[in-house]
């Protein structure tokens, strides 16, 4: 028996193996949570560069660590160690930076960086080992999702340890105000194991000479293929000012089929391939890069500064697991007569607009047109044109909301369960006695407002769930939430802000200002509108107000950071000048912080990092106000306007907009009531809106028409600025920008079915272990009986009984322990390869010399070795 108890303590172990093998991937962030390097406090991005994300995904912020380069065409690098020693993959890219102030970024994987500082001078390199392209942005870029089941691997025994980003400066009069620069990217990385290994394949002319005056100069690339079979899904151009068209081809039996073909004076993303091309061994790829030499005096050479040139051309693709390389490159032309039959398209240059040819050039050039009231557009992708033909919003009629008995309502939001939240003044009115010239509040005497003013509704029908703000406030108006749950309001009577827990608890967390003392410096307010909060950093921005015209930023403790803006002078309003900055939201897919700059009738944008003026946004159909705006994931804004004064034409409506080209999309207007003063906006990413009106005390609830399902560019399986739910989720979490409460909702219960599964699993595997345990426990107990039976107290000291044959099975040829490999092989049709240790490399390959159909070719053309990729 003692052999017995021995053997099952063996099985013991292997069970409590397996399932320690189910532990949460997250736990191995505990390990890393001391080395997690930290920004510059003087860099107002993210100070959390690791954020779990369920399961198995997180996120992984690489940024500048607050830097000032002291001249132009600086490259500067820091590096960052992937928190995890196991094997992960990237599987989304979301730039963080801007044009205005960054010429392009890369993103290498490498084991050995250049350097251990925070960051350092790229001339002295940027690994000390082999590294590989991962990711490349430039021109304002979008960002990039990778198609399922696709994954750049990092970590583990292969992968790349660390990743080193390098951002080239190129003209830094943007820096004259000695600000901080903290651009960069957000990884989202999975543990969980990709069938497909993504890779990056970089065709780069090194000699091209573009001769002064010249209308048109050809920089020619070909390399021949010899590795295994690659599937391109993705491609991306990259010159400086001079490239007018570059494409992309592979040459296959003299047959030319294009990879892609791209303006570079466009924002450089990564863009889907038209159709799926698959590259072999034995095809070329082959790729041209027209510049032209019109406007220089000298000769332009390819170089790394802005004046030097480039031709560059990207492909992005992947590859089988077993046979991935994740990094090529082409800096050869192998055969330029080749190139005398190159389609004629790929001489062709791209017209590139006038506004688009400005933002070519920067920042520095767009102040100098800042007196315009330049409004900055970008290119109108594809998913673009089909959320302007066809998104139309309309009132969902039998929303009972709009009958509740409100106060004049001031400010909504969305809480973190997709909740309507609603801030209201209850038997409070704002009108002519409420202020004196001062800005000094007249009606103390009638006290707080006695009943709830923060309602929170349920969106389906409108039912009070829950209701706090008793005996705070005189006169409400702007309302945030945090990710926490926490409302974020202020107070034009008190002239605060105000920072309330989400469980009812009636005193503030946090208060700014001072009570009914109206002021303009870092400690006073003058009737604040509105708040806005970071999801990741916790820095909240506060518009303040109707007698000052300025935006304050503050880190979460209330500290003072930053202010920006102005009142206007005489004539039209310039750039970060205010008439009552009433609404504020923020556009992180941008990194920006948008606000409605009411009386000018515009919304103006800026850098949430330095509050650098970016854009405006003017319509005629405005009017001469602007009272509320919301961003809403998937790159639609939406705003109201305010009552047209007697003569002016322009109706009181609602807008929805395409953020990146601020177009108006469509407008729309209640079918219960009408507008009279429309004074907030809340919106989600699944196109339901909510306008509260403070003449009517009203709430309505809008939709689309149609809910559209994802309809942006999908070719090829890569989605450029998806409209997706569950990125958009991801992209709130990552990015400075409120999340969708409707979609976070679905993530919790899509985690809680992922959790279930994952239990389900487990209870699964150990009922397959405990069987054996229970077949092997009857055996013995059976074998125990026999012998009893058989030979009665004396059958344990027989040599050859049953019981021994059996287990010495078990334990092979004198092993003295349970051997399962041993003892399964004996049976008939088993490869042992189930319980040998894996191989990490080639076991898809190994065959079995009993078992001839283990293995199966792929190809019917004799497979290439895999070779390492070229250096040159």
Known sequence: MAGLVNNLLILFLIFQNSCLAFRSPLSVFKRYKDTVRTHSNECLGSNRQLVPMGLSDFALDIRMPGVTPKQSDTYLCMSLRLPVEEEAYVVDFRPQASMDTVHHMLLFGCNNPASDDDYWDCNGGTCMDASNILYAWARNAPPTKLPKGVGFQVGGEKGSKYFVLQVHYGDISAFKDKHKDCSGVTLHLTNQKQPMIAGMYLMMSM?????????????????????????????????????????????????WTLIGRQSPQLPQAFYPVENPVE?????????????????????????????????????????EAKHAVSYMTCTQNINPEMFKNIPQEANIPIPVKPDMALMGHGHHEESRNGDTGLIMQQPKREEEEVLDQDLKIEEIADWPGVNLKLGQVSGLALDPNSNLVVFHRGDHVWDANSFDDNYVYQQKGLGPIKESTILVLDPNNSAILHSTGKNLFYLPHGLSIDNNGNYWVTDVALHQVFKLGPHGVESPLLTLGKAFQPGSDRNHFCQPTDVEVDPITGNFYVSDGYCNSRILKFSPTGMFIAQWGEEPSIGQAKPSQFRIPHSLTLVSDFGQLCVADRENGRIQCFKTETGQFVKEIRHPSFGREVFAISYAPGGLLFAVNGKPYPGDKEPLQAFVMNFSTGAIIDTFIPLRKSFEMPHDIIASEDRTVYIGDAHTNTVWKFTSTEKMEHRSVKKAGIEVQEIKEAEAVIEARLTNKPVSKELLKKEEKHHVVQQANTEVSVVLITTLLIIPIVVLLAIVIFIWWRKTRL????????????????????????????????????????????????????????????????????????????LPPSSS
């Open 791 to 866: 030979y009665g107290v004396d059958a344990e000291h027989k040599p050859d009984s049953s019981s021994g044959r059996i287990l010495g099975r078990f334990r092979g040829k004198g092993s003295g322990g349970l051997n399962l490999g041993n003892f399964f092989a004996s049976r008939a049709g088993y490869s042992r390869k189930g319980f040998d240790r894996l191989s990490t490399e080639g076991s898809d390959q190994e065959k079995d010399e009993d078992d001839p159909t283990d293995s199966e070719e792929e190809d019917s053309v004799p497979q290439p070795p895999v």
């Open 207 to 255: 000699d091209t000479v573009i001769p002064p005056g010249e209308k048109a100069v050809d920089a020619d690339i070909a390399c021949h293929y010899k590795m295994y079979p690659m599937h391109v899904f993705a491609y991306r151009v990259h010159t400086h000012h001079l490239g007018q068209v570059v494409s992309g081809y592979r040459v296959r039996d003299d047959q």
């Open 279 to 319: 590259i072999k061994y034995g095809d070329t790829l082959a790729a041209r890069c027209v510049f032209t030499g019109e406007g220089r005096s000298t000769e332009t050479y390819i170089g790394g500064t802005a004046s030097d040139e480039m031709c560059n051309f990207y492909i992005m693709y992947y590859m």
